[in-house]
């Protein structure tokens, strides 16, 4: 929840760092810091005590015993000519301090186990837990299930004892891993510590990942009595690794199914009122009760905003994680939400997030160039149904992605038994489509001929709210659809207005048939794995039934461009007949085809 923006930062420039050639890391120039009042970083002069240091000074923000004119920096300050004997001392030894206090003062089991490259005279740590040594005696390891930083997570069988047959969770730290990359922990300590303390900075950053360890399996033992938390059984270790046994079991798809037919639901029915959320995560979604199966509501509206139709918003909100692309780009709808459904899909699935990176920026890179991974663990093991709904969730072309409705009848969801509701795109698509010339009618009725039984579905679905006579519908029956559904909302977005521009639907009436060619998107068809023989197939009927000889000027005026663009159209019309190619159909339909043609359908 938020803004995604950076804070400012604003630099003083007449501010250098008195001393040793004035460098900072890596021997780039550096100014002091200081907190403002609202926790964002200002470059000044620096403050009387660093916000991180563990001894901070006695004298208030602003008072110090020095001369006038002369900051209490420990070490070097800007424009002075006072320097300090004696580094500030490091965070890393009260830190240390403490965790010692905590482990006792008790000698370890084993001998210690001197670091990757550590050299005589450098620190070394007890890695050594007091578990138990006999995992491989006990347990038969399985495939590997998932993985993470520090460690994987395999199935394994008991071998003997209490846990004999049964198969558990094993979840497998490496111990060479729990200390951090030593590259990555200088920069840290070059950062916040003195360069006298990189040692210790490095020996307290990896005994606070032991600790860590240690603190886990107290409270997995601790806590496992509770039927919602995970059992643990054991830990075990080797020179090598540390073993968590915990309970066997596998998180279905069907729970992820639950979990996402309520967020569609839900937002369906604010997208139909004209209300985006912009900010969909797992944090804004809580469950009624602590019943397994208790529903959701969906919580902080913070973000959200009304929205025609026909509007694009550009402000950039939400979290980083589940933003959309177009979100980014500074022009989205309604679409946006549905982009972070498919984030929180793909989590509920795999338990990672599609696209990831370590600060705020590469995320957001990430999610304007980068491609979800499906080929990793557990990937292989969930449906085609399944990875075929993520995917066209988070498809980076907003026009191509389906709709909360649209989702709720995809494959994947089909066998849960849940309503359908009434989609604002249908509304949307009606209104385009009574506004076309009766030549690009012809070619969306000839492609609505091939849709599948699976497209079929969603159309279906939306006829039957609109409650027809007799197998026909009119302006009346989209009117009074709608208004089943208004609320206050809805008049606030003015969804409502979309019906003016349908008023030629006063004089005649439309039946499934039709209905069913008023309502496609062809990009949307774009997007699907049997988009070319679905193309085809329409292109065949377009040929028997509406394909006429056209010209270069007629098709400019069908899409609304000038002379200057004429030369857009080659190869649209065949030399032959002068009629519509395979590829002047498709780009015909909906302005561009960016999947690539065969050259053998070009020439059909």
């Known amino acids: 929840m938020g803004h995604c923006c950076s804070k400012d930062i604003s630099v003083v420039k007449d501010d250098t760092v008195a001393g040793e050639s004035a460098a900072g890391i890596g021997g780039k120039p550096t100014a002091p810091l200081r907190l403002v009042g609202n926790g964002a970083v200002d470059v000044k002069r620096t403050p009387a005590h660093s916000f991180n240091s563990p001894c901070p000074s006695p004298y208030p923000q602003g008072s110090s015993p020095l001369p006038p004119g002369i900051a209490p920096s420990p070490a070097r300050t800007p424009r002075s000519r006072v320097r300090w004997p004696f580094p500030p001392p490091s965070p890393a030894k009260p830190i240390m301090s403490s965790i010692l206090k905590r482990r006792g003062s008790a000698k370890p089991k084993e001998g210690p186990i001197p670091e990757e490259g550590a050299g005589e005279g450098e620190t070394q740590l007890d890695k050594s837990f007091g578990y138990a040594k006999n995992f491989s005696s006990k347990f038969e390891l399985g495939k590997e299930v998932g993985r993470g930083h520090f460690g994987h997570t395999c199935w394994a069988r008991g071998k003997k004892g209490e846990l004999k047959g049964q198969t558990v969770a094993v979840k497998i730290i490496s111990k060479a891993k729990v200390c951090l990359n030593l590259g990555f922990v200088r920069s840290l300590v070059f950062m916040a510590f003195s360069p006298m303390d990189e040692k210790s900075g490095c020996f307290m950053t990896t005994a606070i990942a032991i600790e860590d360890v240690r603190r886990e ?18 830990a075990c270790e080797d020179a090598s690794n540390v073993y968590i046994i915990m309970e066997g079991g596998r998180y279905r798809e069907e729970d992820a199914k639950a979990i996402v037919v309520q967020i569609l639901n839900v937002v369906a029915f604010c997208h139909l009122q004209g209300v985006v959320h912009r900010d969909l995560k797992p944090e804004n979604f809580l469950f009624t009760t602590r019943d397994e199966d208790a529903p959701m509501k969906v919580i902080d509206f913070g973000l959200s905003d009304f929205i025609r139709t026909d509007q694009r918003l550009n402000d950039i909100v939400g979290s980083a994680y589940y933003v959309a692309p177009e979100v980014l780009h500074r022009s989205y709808n309604l679409e946006a939400d549905v982009w972070s459904i498919g984030v929180i899909t793909y989590i509920l699935l795999c338990g990672s997030r599609p696209f990831w990176a370590r600060t705020e920026s590469g995320i957001f890179r990430s999610v304007l160039r980068a491609d979800p991974n499906f080929d990793d663990l557990p990937w292989p093991a969930v449906s085609p149904e399944a990875k ?45 489509y009574v506004r076309v010339s009766p030549f690009k009618r012809a070619a969306l009725k000839a492609l609505s001929k091939a849709l599948t039984e699976d497209e079929l579905v969603y159309l279906r679905a939306q006829f039957r709210l609109l409650e027809p006579k007799n197998g026909r519908v009119s302006l009346e029956n989209f009117k009074m659809a709608l208004m089943r559904n208004a609320t206050d909302a809805m008049k606030e977005s003015r969804v409502a207005d979309i019906l003016n521009m349908m008023e030629s639907l006063s004089f005649k009436k439309m039946d499934f048939e039709e209905f069913c060619a008023a309502a496609i998107s062809p990009l949307q068809l774009e997007a699907l794995q049997g988009w070319e023989k679905i193309a085809t197939t329409g292109f065949e009927f377009f040929e028997q039934e509406g394909n006429r ?50 050259r053998q359908q070009q020439h059909v």
């Open 217 to 234: 399996v107290k409270i997995l033992k601790a806590l496992s009595v509770h039927k919602n938390l995970v059992k643990f059984h054991d």
């Open 388 to 432: 075929d709904f993520v995917k066209r969730l988070l498809n980076k072309d907003y026009r191509k992605r389906m709709t909360a409705a649209q989702a709720l009848t995809h494959p994947w969801l089909r066998d849960e038994n849940h309503a359908v509701p009434l989609d604002i795109l249908v509304y949307k698509l009606v209104k385009s």
């Open 549 to 598: 000889v056209t010209t270069v000027e007629e098709l400019a005026r069908e899409m609304n461009v000038g002379p200057a663009a004429y030369s857009a159209f080659n190869g649209w019309i065949r030399s032959s007949d002068g009629k519509l190619s395979f590829l002047g159909f498709t780009k015909f339909l909906h302005g561009s085809v960016s999947r690539p043609i065969t």
